[in-house]
């Protein structure tokens, strides 16, 4: 039997998902619902189940952040300055999710240019969160995971840059994966910050996650970050136990300013782990403290180089207001680009300018490889750290949209390991006494994704 055919043919399970989305249209989770497409990719692939030639994804009904691109779908990035920009080609992952017949039924909404925490950014409006339509979802890739929490479809993909998957995928009560930096081509991907960019799967389970990772990991000739790492069937990991396993528990994490419900659900789970034959150690990292300063230096300056190409002349928008070239420039990119993406191409050009690249950019750089070198230490010890994802639960929406180092403190746990390119797994492990879910990170060494899964399952099982 196929693991992801839920009914009597992939067209009916497609059906089921399209009236879901149309029943839950409030929550915004979608900007682009591909009907006609999606069944399309259906029959195709109900013909090859008929004939015992389907691949490994048949009967997966995936949707996908709003910044991958997809032949013939538009791809806005959530950004006026790309509203009607339809691309003429797939995405590396979008081509092998095809290759194994998964049907890809929609583009979902998102922080503009993935540039948020809350999902509010968005130019086509806030994304809601599904236990409860006051609260933020989380961002960037709040639609992808609202998609999935709500069951509006099996499996979603997003990008995580600081947190983008982990943290809404803690706030809403889903699995989400941020891989390997180059684990995952990036072609065909709206960059943000390409030294931190990747893409990962989220999904209701663990082994679902890890069944799609499987599928879009690998070398990719069209993107030179992409690694050569052979992938592993990953649902091995799945079967395995923890017992021996060497787990640290990092004590910068448990400080001030964590909400007690969440360390509460966390800490029981690292006691699970302990009972079942894990030794647990407390360490300690104290460069936890310089992430936030240093990302937000780092991917902003990345950002400003990266959107420079959004000038009005090429693709995407274009003021209509402009008198000569230099207008066509200014006005094209005010009137195209929202606040906040506006304000990280301001924070990234200061700290590029002549006279600050020294003072902030280079020095972040050189703060980053520290972290990545007192990092690589921590992994010769142990098999995995556990770590909450977020400090707080969800909160109200609007609350902290205009005080931006608020809103950048809710990566202050994820942005760690986005700064050294290590996975990180967040997996649910409890719920508030409101009701809201809790969640915590399993992270590894590089290109280790095996051991989160093993981890995270274990954890949930």
């Known amino acids: ?85 339809v691309p003429p080609y797939d995405a590396t992952l979008i081509k092998k999710l095809k290759n194994e017949d998964a049907v890809i039924i929609g583009k979902n909404n998102l922080d503009e240019f993935a540039m948020g925490s809350s999902n509010e950014t968005s130019a086509f409006g806030k994304v809601l969160h599904p236990l409860d339509n006051s609260l933020i979802p989380g961002g960037s890739s709040g639609g992808s995971v609202v998609a999935v929490a709500s069951e509006l479809v099996r499996a979603s993909l997003g990008s995580d840059t600081g947190g983008s998957i982990r943290q ?44 799609v990772m499987e599928v879009i990991a ?93 000038d009005g002349i090429r693709y995407g928008y274009r003021s209509k207001n402009a008198k000569d070239l230099n207008e066509l420039y200014v006005k094209s990119r005010s009137e195209g680009f929202g606040a906040e993406v506006k304000r990280r191409i301001m924070l990234g050009t200061y700290v590029l300018s002549s ?44 609350e902290k949209v205009d005080n931006p180092l608020a809103m950048y403190l809710n990566d202050v746990y994820t942005i760690p390991a986005n700064l050294v390119g290590i996975p990180s797994l967040n997996i649910p492990c409890g719920k508030a006494k409101n009701g809201l879910p809790i969640g915590l990170q399993v992270m590894a060494k590089a290109f280790d994704e095996g051991m989160v899964f093993r981890v995270g399952n274990f954890l949930m099982s």
């Open 1 to 85: 039997m196929l693991f992801f055919l839920e009914d009597d043919s992939v067209k009916t399970t497609v059906k089921k998902y399209l009236t879901r989305i149309e029943n839950n249209k409030k929550l915004n989770a979608f900007i682009t619902v591909c009907g006609d497409y999606a069944l399309e990719q259906a029959e195709k692939v109900d013909a090859k189940i008929q004939n015992g030639n389907a691949g490994k994804l048949a009967g997966l009904v995936i949707s996908v952040k709003d910044l991958i691109c997809v032949e013939g779908i538009k791809t806005t990035a959530a950004s006026k300055i790309l509203e009607n920009f």
């Open 168 to 211: 809404p995928a803690a706030f809403c009560g889903t699995v989400g994966l941020k891989p390997t930096y180059g684990r995952v081509s990036r072609f065909g991907v709206v960059a943000f910050a390409s030294s931190f960019d990747q893409v990962g799967p989220i999904g209701k389970t663990v082994e679902d996650v890890a069944r």
């Open 218 to 310: 690998g070398k990719d000739v069209f993107d030179s970050t992409s690694s050569p790492e052979p992938v592993p069937d990953y649902t091995q990991f799945l079967k395995q136990d923890v017992k021996g396993l060497k787990v640290g528990v990092i004590k910068e994490f448990f400080t001030e300013g964590l909400d007690e419900e969440i360390k509460n659900s966390v800490l029981t789970s690292i006691e699970k782990l302990r009972e079942n034959g894990a030794e647990i150690e407390e360490i300690s990292f104290p460069f936890l403290k310089y992430g936030v300063a240093v990302y937000y230096i780092l991917t902003t300056a990345e950002a400003s180089a990266n959107l420079a190409r959004y």
């Open 355 to 398: 006279g600050y690249y020294d003072a902030y950019y280079s020095k972040g750089q050189k703060v980053r490889t520290v972290m990545k070198k007192e990092m690589a230490k921590l992994f010769e010890k142990f098999d995995c750290l556990i770590a909450p994802t977020t400090p707080t639960l969800p909160f109200k929406a609007g």
